[in-house]
């Protein structure tokens, strides 16, 4: 079968696309044909080298597709079912292993390529409304880089929660994407400053709490946007990593809650994942969830959906398709 895989970190040429014998599943793990798999920023990250990963490495974390074999002590899944994982070693590939304790079956009314599309990143959008700060009717919430994947969930739940959402966006035409997915105010933060967009969406007092996907870039206006002891979650580095900070710099900010969240510590036993896994096509299903599919490529193409992800082109999800 073929692979995407890496050898070196570095930029989008270090992608090879390779020769690679199938995987067999260990012990609690299951293999399964990939029919799509998501595209994550992780991936990036483990590419240029953000992240430490050991080398060779096949890309991808996200897929949905069918069991093919399953591993000694595997009792729920069996050759034939529709899955899909988030935490999957080597997704960007035609067959792909996953432990099972950390895949979920794809209900009837959802294709592989939704499932693809909606696990990582809702996952992520959940735990982040529901769990890091739980989103309360009146509370008032940021959403950073309102119209890609993680976004566009995150500011429908937040919605869904009763919270008022002002979203930042890098152009118009996401502007356009962010409000439909219900934002009450959205702030091109190319040209304007977001923090001062912000305060004025709260008549000056500021929001409960920060979702900060873009890392370096944001930190100080994020922390600026923010009410006495509101929450700052950083979840990502879409601009780079946030640098070290001393903590007295949240008392001078209004003694600021700061957290640096991850998805695995919020999906760290099957009961969990399943259930946000569950909420998530249930809302799909009962039409509360929309899910953007913004741009599918080739697997082979995976170098050009880096190219675009990072180039901040690319709205909603991206698939990659063996
Ligand atoms: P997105 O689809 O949101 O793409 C990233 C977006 O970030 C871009 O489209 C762009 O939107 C914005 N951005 C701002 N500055 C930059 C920059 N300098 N370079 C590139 N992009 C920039 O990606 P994801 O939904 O996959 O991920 C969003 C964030 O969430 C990432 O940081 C990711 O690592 C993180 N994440 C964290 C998880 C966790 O559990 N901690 C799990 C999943 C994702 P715009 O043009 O509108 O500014």
């Known amino acids: 079968m073929y692979a995407i895989r890496i050898h070196e970190t570095g930029g989008v040429e270090k992608l090879r696309t390779e020769d690679v014998p199938l995987p067999e599943p260990g012990a609690g793990e299951l293999r399964f044909r990939v029919e799509a798999a998501g595209l994550n920023f992780i991936d990036t990250y483990k590419r240029s080298g953000l992240y430490a990963v050991k080398l060779p490495h096949t890309l991808g974390q996200e897929a949905a597709g069918v069991v093919t074999a399953v591993g000694a002590g595997v009792t729920d899944f069996r050759a034939g079912d529709r899955v899909a994982s988030a935490a999957v070693n080597g997704a960007y590939a035609e067959e792909a292993i996953a432990p099972a304790a950390q895949t979920v079956p794809v209900p009837g009314g959802v294709d592989s390529r939704l499932a ?49 959402v002002i979203a930042t966006v890098g152009t118009e035409e996401k502007a356009t994407l962010a409000r439909e997915a219900g934002a009450d105010a959205v702030c091109v933060y190319t040209r304007e400053d977001f923090a001062a967009a912000t305060r004025a969406f709260t008549g000056g007092r500021g929001v409960d709490v920060v979702y900060d996907g873009v890392g370096k870039e944001t930190f100080e206006g994020s922390l600026n946007s923010l009410r006495p002891r509101g929450m700052l979650v950083s979840f990502g580095n879409a601009s780079g990593a946030v640098p070290a900070f001393a903590p007295l710099l949240l008392a001078q900010k209004g003694s600021l809650f700061f957290t640096r969240p991850t998805l695995a510590h919020y999906t760290q036993t099957p009961a969990e994942l399943r259930a946000r896994a569950d909420d998530l096509f249930a809302w799909i299903a009962a039409g509360a969830l929309a899910v953007r599919i913004g741009a599918t490529f080739p697997l082979a193409a995976a170098a050009e959906a880096h190219r675009a992800l990072e180039g901040r082109g690319t709205t909603g999800k991206v698939l990659l398709l063996p």
């Open 116 to 164: 693809a599309a909606v696990l990582l990143q809702g996952m992520t959008a959940h735990y982040l409304a529901c769990s890091t700060f739980p989103l309360h009717a009146g509370d008032a919430a940021l959403v950073h880089a309102g119209a890609g994947g993680v976004g566009l969930l995150l500011t429908q739940m937040a919605k869904t929660r009763g919270a008022r």
